[in-house]
């Protein structure tokens, strides 16, 4: 049976991959889903992330919903003048839940609406394994008033792996990434291994540019999740040889560093109200959080990268396992 929390870890480890990948790889991913997005979108202008925007409104009860969920707000320019922004909804889905998400989909699609005032476009990528559970609609009727609603709706599961791989677009092997580990789900490490090395190898014949390829990289190499440690080794030892002894980025080091400064940020936002120093402490105390929950590292290695004590350590551990007051 497999560990609740191993799979949690996995779990948390997977939102942050995707939604730091949905940023780095952004302008590719709008050509993915949106092929016209060239034509109606002013890249030049820039691109704005408003996923703190978007928490308020979720509301505590579909923030602790039990299923996970990547959530973006993105807010691009358009090019015909006449709109001075498009919000642009994501949602990553990687498993069914109990709850609706359809209307789900609908109240943040209303509320998007109602704060900002400008047409507003909603995609669902569903990551997980049910053929069933495909939500692209959400219907509502109340003595002769119906409201109707449809989102784009991507079903991984549903893709082709030969056309992913035909596609030059970065974005599709973040896509065919996602299929095979879908697919591969029962498999063992030596079958997750070959998998791993032939993405590497495909990524490498399409001679992207260093960030698009450190993007893809980080994706793939965190995405596909091995058993055992040896596994892990012997694909470092192959991606070296592939990429001539230079590694595109460290194993750990790309993920570490995202637990650090958010860490940072968020702990540093929330004490500050009471000063610098609680600020920083709450930093402190944030980034270990962030190393044990979200990346699932030891006491020891948590202490070291946040470079506080192992009894500091225990006692995050402690409270965020609700055993210590």
């Given at each position: 049976?497999e560990d609740?929390?191993?799979?949690?870890?996995?779990?948390?480890?997977?939102?942050r991959l995707?939604?730091?990948?949905l940023?780095e790889l952004?302008?590719?991913?709008?050509?993915?889903?949106?092929p016209?997005a060239?034509?109606?979108v002013d890249l030049?202008r820039g691109v704005?992330?408003?996923?703190?925007?978007?928490?308020?409104?979720?509301s505590?009860?579909e923030?602790?919903?039990?299923?996970?969920?990547?959530d973006k707000?993105?807010?691009?320019?358009?090019?015909n003048?006449?709109?001075r922004y498009?919000?642009?909804h994501?949602?990553?889905?990687?498993?069914?839940g109990k709850?609706?998400?359809?209307?789900?989909?609908?109240?943040?699609?209303?509320?998007i609406?109602?704060?900002?005032?400008?047409?507003?476009?909603?995609l669902?990528i569903?990551?997980?394994s049910?053929?069933?559970?495909?939500?692209s609609?959400y219907?509502?009727?109340c003595?002769?008033?119906?409201?109707?609603?449809?989102?784009?709706s991507?079903?991984?599961?549903?893709q082709?792996?030969?056309?992913?791989?035909?596609?030059p677009?970065p974005?599709?092997l973040?896509?065919?990434?996602?299929?095979?580990?879908i697919?591969s789900?029962?498999?063992g490490?030596?079958?997750?291994?070959s998998?791993?090395?032939?993405?590497?190898?495909?990524?490498?014949?399409?001679?992207l540019?260093?960030?698009r390829?450190?993007?893809?990289?980080?994706f793939?190499s965190h995405?596909?999740?091995f058993?055992?440690k040896?596994?892990e080794?012997a694909?470092?030892?192959?991606v070296?040889?592939?990429?001539?002894?230079?590694i595109?980025m460290?194993t750990?080091?790309?993920?570490?560093e995202k637990?650090r400064t958010?860490?940072?940020?968020?702990g540093i936002?929330?004490?500050?109200?009471?000063g610098i120093?609680r600020?920083?402490?709450?930093?402190k105390?944030?980034?270990v959080?962030?190393?044990i929950?979200?990346?699932?590292?030891?006491?020891?290695?948590?202490a070291?990268?946040a470079?506080?004590s192992i009894?500091?350590?225990?006692?995050?551990?402690r409270?965020t396992e609700?055993?210590e007051d």
């Open positions: 049976m609740t929390n191993e799979k949690s870890i996995y779990y948390q480890r997977d939102d995707w939604k730091h990948v940023e952004f302008e590719d991913f709008l050509s993915f889903f949106f016209e060239g034509e109606i030049s704005e992330y408003l996923d703190k925007e978007f928490d308020q409104f979720l505590a009860e923030k602790d919903a039990g299923v996970r969920h990547v707000l993105v807010r691009v320019y358009l090019k003048g006449k709109e498009l919000p642009i994501i949602e990553v889905q990687g498993q069914k709850e609706d998400f359809s209307g789900r989909m609908h109240r943040c699609w209303c509320r609406k109602d704060k900002y005032g400008v047409p507003v476009t909603a669902a569903l990551t997980d049910s053929k069933s559970f495909r939500p609609v219907t509502e009727e003595m002769g008033t119906l409201t109707w609603f449809k989102f784009n991507y079903k991984v599961l549903d082709d792996e030969e056309a992913l791989r035909a596609n677009n974005f599709a973040i896509i065919l990434t996602t299929l095979l580990t697919k789900k029962k498999k490490d030596a079958a997750l291994l998998i791993k090395r032939r993405l590497v190898r495909e990524m490498l014949a399409r001679n540019d260093r960030e390829r450190k993007a893809v990289f980080n793939l995405f596909v999740h058993k055992e040896e596994a080794q694909f470092k030892e192959d070296q040889k592939l990429t001539n002894n230079k595109i460290g750990e080091e790309y993920l570490l637990a958010e860490g940072m940020e968020q936002e929330q004490g500050m109200e009471r120093e600020g920083l402490k709450q930093g105390e944030q980034v959080k962030n190393l929950v979200q990346l699932g590292l030891d006491d020891k290695q948590a070291s990268t470079e506080v009894e500091f350590v225990q006692h995050i551990r409270l609700g055993k």
